[in-house]
């Protein structure tokens, strides 16, 4: 089944490890075959990355992005185990993006880190 992806002006999107940048009217694609690609919306840079949970979805995208690497994923299981010892309650989310990992459900393991960053961004604004 192909999927169609409708992009606003100068949105930007990332295939494989292909950038892209709409022109300046909206474009649909359809992608006929089967492809790994982050909308504008989901792509966090590592400069853009300031907390640890921010870092960690930067790992999420490489391993999303990239064919089967042991060292973005061990570097993940690294940043994961830091993150947990400092913040246990985050350990629900990241057991869930491991799994989701493990099932090769990439993608969805992207939208789990997503809610990790808002739950730690909930958790900072608890203690401001």
């Known amino acids: 089944m192909a999927l169609r992806i409708d992009l606003k002006p100068h949105e930007r999107l990332i295939i494989?490890?292909?950038?892209?940048?709409?022109?300046?009217?909206?474009?649909?694609?359809?992608?006929e075959t089967k492809a790994k690609f982050l909308r504008e919306k989901d792509i966090l840079t590592?400069?853009?990355?300031?907390?640890?949970?921010?870092?960690?979805?930067?790992?999420?995208?490489?391993?999303?992005?990239?064919?089967?690497?042991?060292?973005i994923e061990n570097e993940f299981i690294a940043h994961a185990n830091e993150i947990m010892n400092s913040v246990p309650t985050m350990g629900l989310?990241?057991?869930?993006?491991?799994?989701?990992i493990e099932d090769g459900d990439?993608?969805?393991?992207?939208?789990?880190?997503?809610?990790l960053m808002n739950y730690e961004k909930y958790l900072t604004k608890l203690v401001e």
């Open 16 to 31: 494989g490890d292909v950038s892209i940048r709409n022109g300046s009217r909206r474009a649909s694609l359809t992608f």
């Open 46 to 71: 590592e400069s853009q990355a300031k907390t640890a949970c921010e870092r960690l979805y930067v790992i999420l995208q490489a391993i999303y992005l990239t064919e089967k690497d042991l060292m």
């Open 93 to 100: 989310y990241i057991a869930e993006i491991h799994k989701k």
């Open 106 to 115: 990439y993608y969805q393991a992207l939208k789990v880190g997503q809610d």
